[in-house]
């Protein structure tokens, strides 16, 4: 009695189309959680992806079904009528997922490895490094090799997990996640008298941050609007802005500094520092106004999964959420 040979493995076997090729479970959760997100941006910042890669991604799955599943828009993000047909299962999909990873992550309620992190110095010392301690509190198996520094790291050369950085323009490559929105104020020894507006600035010792030799041309804006310009000479300047206010605190001058550098944080009242060994406190000597410097959001970068380790992205979050609670 003759029989058949078995065909070969995989002969017999209908091959997948393209269309169900881009609708796996993956693409199915990647589409749900980028429509609860509502933009492709915040989407790449809670995926751990580049807003680049999140595009591809959405367009490959269009181009497979032959369909469009985003209604785009230069202010918003929403679905087409086909794009909510298949939002009602995508969901599920994400849930199940999501479900999964759960359970799984109760078996696992420690952190652990080296994280290499680089920080601005002042951002560093006086908002990170309280909230790495009471990150390290709660998972004790993680490690910190600290770069707090304001020269600029090569974040691959250096092998940098996390860097925080003062940036409106972060690298491609990179997620970014902001953690902390920021002015730039004017500050002065408690007891020296407020200011009426910024121009009174230019006839005050100024302590710049940078090179601050030849004039700077300073621009300041008030919460209702309106603007001073003001040219500013500066009585001392540096790449220390710890010891530029410290001077301030001395009396030596006006410090132009984020307020994250120079004003308590965590739960402490905004306005002048607390004395401390007899040290004159510092006050806001411009209240309402701010330096308009083009830049005012610390931004986290980290690497795009799957290059990017989970514990640092469980640090950025820490990190955001307790400066959000903050306020």
């Known amino acids: 009695m003759s029989t058949k040979p078995s065909p070969p493995l995989g002969i017999g076997r209908r091959r997948q189309t393209a269309a169900e090729e881009a609708l796996d479970a993956n693409a199915l959760e990647l589409f749900a959680r980028i429509a609860q997100a509502g933009s492709f941006a915040q989407a790449a910042r809670d995926l751990g992806l580049t807003r680049a ?29 086909a794009g909510r047909r298949l939002h009602t299962r995508a969901r599920a999909v994400r849930d199940a997922a999501e479900s999964a990873r759960l359970a799984l992550r109760h078996t696992r309620d420690q952190l652990d490895g080296t994280l290499r992190i680089s920080a601005t110095a002042s951002f560093g010392r006086h908002v990170l490094a309280p909230l790495l301690a009471r990150f390290q509190a709660q998972h004790p198996a993680v490690r910190y090799e600290l770069f ?86 500066a009585a001392a300047w540096g790449s220390d802005l710890d010891g530029l206010v410290a001077l301030a605190r001395h009396g030596a001058g006006v410090v132009v500094a984020p307020d994250f550098a120079v004003e308590p944080v965590l739960g402490l009242e905004r306005g002048a520092m607390p004395e401390a060994h007899g040290t004159p406190a510092l006050r806001n000597l411009l209240p309402g106004w701010q330096l308009l410097m083009g830049l005012h959001t610390v931004q986290a970068l980290t690497l795009p999964l799957p290059a990017g380790s989970e514990t640092a992205r469980a640090l950025v979050r820490f990190v955001r959420d307790s400066l959000q609670q903050r306020g």
């Open 148 to 233: 707090f520094t304001d020269r600029r790291v090569d974040l691959l050369r250096e092998g940098v997990d996390i860097a925080f950085r003062l940036t409106s323009t972060p690298p491609d490559a990179w997620v970014a996640q902001p953690v902390l929105q920021f002015e730039v104020r004017a500050y002065g020894a408690n007891s020296t008298a407020a200011l009426q507006r910024p121009l009174d600035l230019a006839n005050l010792p100024i302590l710049l941050l940078g090179q601050g030799e030849e004039p700077f041309a300073s621009q300041w804006q008030h919460h209702d609007g309106r603007r001073d310009h003001v040219i500013l000479q």
């Open 53 to 81: 890669a999140i595009s591809r991604r959405i367009a490959a799955i269009e181009a497979a079904v032959g369909l469009t599943l985003f209604a785009r828009s230069t202010r918003s993000l929403g679905l087409t009528e």
